[in-house]
Nanobody, 123 residues
């Protein structure tokens, strides 16, 4: 059974940093690209970042470029998201997600999501 378990969420203040992690089990982690999504209250789920199977290619939403960094540790089957200079608009549930392939593809290529971890940023 494939399991994606996110952690690291919490309440932060504007300007703080936070590091989210996602531990993956039940699947060969390093065979796939992975990503992060978020869903704010009353809004659609949106793409945040993605990383290829080797970690050499990364992609970010324009709203988080230069502030967020996605990384992976293939030895620990773990996906990370370092979030810096947090602003109130980052308040959302953050989900890690699996791509169907090794390389970063379109949003339709994400086929499995974790339950998410809540991030709340106040001014």
């Amino acid at each position: 059974e494939v399991q994606l378990v996110e952690s690291g969420g919490g309440s932060v203040q504007t300007g703080d940093s936070l590091r989210l992690s996602c531990i993956i089990s039940g699947i060969t982690f390093d065979n796939y690209a992975w990503g992060w999504f978020r869903q704010a209250p009353g809004k659609e789920r949106e793409f945040v970042a993605a990383i290829s199977w080797t970690g050499n290619a990364r992609d970010y939403a324009d709203s988080v470029k230069d502030r967020f960094e996605i990384s992976r540790d293939n030895t620990k089957s773990t996906l990370n998201l370092q979030m810096n200079n947090l602003q109130p608009e980052v308040t959302a549930v953050y989900h890690c997600a699996k791509q169907k392939y090794r390389y970063i593809g379109g949003l339709a290529n994400f086929d499995f999501w974790g339950q998410g971890t809540q991030v709340f940023a106040s001014a």
